[in-house]
């Protein structure tokens, strides 16, 4: 019974091509994150969304777009890959967008960008 | 911009004794104070939180303390055991702000 689920675990895949990961939650939370791991441990917030709108929207390329079909899912989509995007990519959720509730972090999905 | 700062970035101590990893933090909007375990190669999880108006909360052998004056938070983890072993982090909210992490190694 997976609260904060994401896929693909794992994804490799060349530079310049784009690819997508997907991030389900299954807790009713409104809010939801992506974050960035580098390879220092550094975790880096990248987006969120609250019910499906953007609320915060870091200093993050343009080649990163995240999408939310609805409240449960957040999806983040990356064109033109570079080395650099080499992460551990989480996503996570919190109750709402007050954003001082715990927040619930999904398995993390491992990108290597060659 | 804002941050968070967060001390040691590595940490050994004897299994049994006291760990202390402390944040200091530069937004006064600051409201809510969580702490975060993460294993190696797993997900980051809540361990104990603080809200703004609180000073420490306690649950069994950890501990947080809160000076919102001095803008910094403490972790304090007692009679540690390996598996305490992982990497910590410290968080600020109304902007959300991770510090860098602590990773805390516990002797045998």
């Known amino acids: 019974d997976t609260a904060v689920s994401q896929t693909p675990k794992y994804l490799v895949t060349q530079m310049g091509n784009d690819k997508s990961i997907k991030c389900e939650q299954n807790?009713?939370?409104?809010?939801m994150y992506w974050y960035k791991q580098d390879s220092k441990k550094f975790l880096k917030i990248m987006f969120s969304?609250?019910?499906?709108?953007?609320?915060i929207n870091e200093t993050v390329p343009n080649r990163f777009s995240p999408k939310s079909p609805d409240k449960a899912h957040l999806n983040l989509h990356i064109n033109s890959l570079e080395l650099g995007d080499s992460a551990v990519y989480f996503c996570?959720?919190?109750?709402?967008?007050?954003?001082?509730?715990?927040?619930?972090f999904g398995p993390g999905t491992r990108l290597t960008v060659t | 911009g804002e941050n968070v700062e967060q001390h040691p970035s590595t940490l050994s101590v004897q299994e049994g004794d006291s760990a202390v990893i402390k944040c200091t933090y530069s937004?006064?909007?600051?409201?809510?104070f969580p702490w975060y375990k993460q294993e190696l190669g797993k997900r980051p999880q809540l361990i104990i939180d603080?809200?703004?108006?609180?000073g420490e909360k306690k649950d069994q052998r950890i501990a947080v303390t809160l000076n919102k004056t001095a803008k910094h938070f403490s972790l304090h983890i007692t009679e540690t055991q390996p598996e305490d072993s992982a990497v910590y982090f410290c968080?600020?909210?109304?902007?959300?702000?991770f510090g860098k992490g602590t990773r805390l190694h516990i002797l045998p």
């Open positions: 937004d006064s909007a600051s409201n809510y």
């Open positions: 996570a959720s919190s109750q709402d967008h007050t954003k001082s509730y715990e927040q619930y």
């Open positions: 968080a600020a909210h109304d902007k959300i702000i």
């Open positions: 807790l009713g939370h409104d809010t």
């Open positions: 969304y609250n019910n499906k709108e953007l609320i």
């Open positions: 603080i809200r703004s108006n609180v």
